[in-house]
């Protein structure tokens, strides 16, 4: 930040109305065509400010902020305010004079926003944080679903073939008992035409071979219904096999033959730049891997001025995850403490292309991104870069009063009214 030798006071509003009830005040304040208004209150404290008029109301009495409220409408903005105690008022504000007093009601107002908006803050991280958690264990669940279809799918396909393997061996195993027992009656049809014409001159023999033969047929049928099914050959088939094209054309391949070995270099080289990263990154653990997680701990050595290990910090988090631009702001801002003005810059134009498009939500890390880039800037003494850089970041937030006063002080180094100071 640079020293601030002037600043721009407010106007104060002074034809406001208020009006009241027993259990409310109504206070009445003209916008003067004014499309922003800020309004800050507390139990005792009542700010409205629509640049560049101001006003401040110290209330004579305590009020309960929780139950009040504000509308704005038709060039005028109307606060109600819920009184603590059912009287009506004297007057709308304390009348004494005394700086340090007002000082005081000032500081515990802009303490008690600054608490809520910390606890806002707080709720939407956890609210994000619940939402997050919710998705990853809705998808986990649709993953576990698809795994147990395909697994259903592949154990149904098994069974199915598996019962078409049974069918076919029971209906071979068919065939071969229907071929044995034909076998098995031409043998007996045989033996009992040979017997009947041996039965004319032998009385006794040909009983005892009759039933010697048909043991020895059962027998045959038995060996074989006991033998194993072989399944018939597999049908033959071909395989198409398709070759994945090169990146440099054959009939060029003479005349390229330097660049392609160049290419095929780079590729390499990649490759072994990504292994190394992921080796690297396997020591570190689950924490350590958590690009959220380096942040904030490079935002806690930033505060302890251990510009250094906060830089070392982001930088980690950087090569986890490329896309977060808060990370490129923050080493921006460490390479600022460090002196380190030109990688300033990149780090904050980098952060500026990943805030895009340009909306409301992401204003105020455009704004950080333009001052930072504006100071590196500045300090390599290019004013006129720098006080582009901060007129884009006012064109963010018009109402930063810090900002306008940095940015006046640029115009006057320009001018060669005011020494710079680093």
């Not at 590196?376 to 007129?391: D, I, K, P, S, V």
């Amino acid at each position: 930040m640079f020293n601030i030798c002037r600043s721009e006071m407010p106007l104060s509003v002074t034809d406001h109305s208020w009006t009241q009830t027993e259990s409310m005040v109504f206070i009445s304040v003209p916008l003067k065509g004014a499309k922003k208004v800020d309004i800050v209150s507390s139990d005792e404290y009542l700010k409205v400010h629509f640049a560049p008029f101001l006003l401040e109301v110290f209330l004579s009495e305590l009020v309960d902020d929780e139950l009040g409220s504000s509308k704005i409408g038709n060039g005028v903005a109307v606060i109600s305010l819920s009184k603590r105690t059912n009287k009506l008022w004297e007057h709308l504000s304390i009348s004494t004079y005394d700086k340090e007093t007002k000082t005081e009601i000032r500081a515990r107002a802009l303490s008690k926003l600054q608490e809520t908006l910390s606890a806002e803050a707080k709720n939407r991280n956890e609210k994000k944080h619940k939402e997050k958690k919710y998705a990853l264990k809705t998808m986990m669940n649709l993953e576990s679903e698809e795994r147990e279809r395909i697994q259903k799918m592949k154990d149904d396909e098994r069974n199915r073939t598996t019962a078409e393997l049974e069918a076919w061996q029971l209906k071979e195993h068919q065939k071969d008992e229907e071929i044995v027992l034909l076998k098995l009656q031409t043998r007996t049809n045989h033996f009992s035409q040979a017997t009947a014409v041996k039965e004319k001159s032998e009385n006794d023999e040909p009983c005892g071979r009759k039933v010697r033969f048909d043991k020895k047929i059962v027998s045959e049928a038995e060996q074989k219904k006991k033998q194993v099914i072989i399944p018939a050959p597999r049908v033959p088939g071909n395989i198409e096999v398709s070759f994945t094209p090169r990146v440099f054309p054959t009939a060029l391949r003479e005349s390229r033959i330097e660049e392609e070995e160049e290419w095929l270099k780079k590729q390499a080289e990649a490759r072994r730049i990504v292994n190394a990263d992921i080796e690297e990154l396997n020591d570190l653990n689950e924490e350590e891997r958590n690009p959220d997680w380096l942040k904030e701990k490079g935002n806690k050595c930033f505060a302890a001025g251990n510009y250094l290990s906060a830089l070392n910090a982001y930088n980690l988090a950087i090569r986890i995850n490329r896309k977060i631009p808060a990370l490129f702001s923050n080493r921006a801002a460490c390479h600022l403490k460090l002196r380190n003005f030109h990688k300033a810059i990149e780090d904050s134009s980098q952060a500026l292309e990943l805030l895009t498009p340009a909306v409301s939500a992401n204003a105020a890390a455009r704004a950080r991104s333009h001052v930072r880039r504006g100071s590196a800037f500045c300090q390599l003494q290019l004013y006129t870069e720098g006080l582009q850089e901060y007129q884009t970041a006012l064109m963010i937030d018009p109402c930063n009063e810090a900002l306008q006063a940095d940015t006046q002080n640029i115009r006057e180094i320009i001018q060669g009214s005011v020494e710079w100071e680093v």
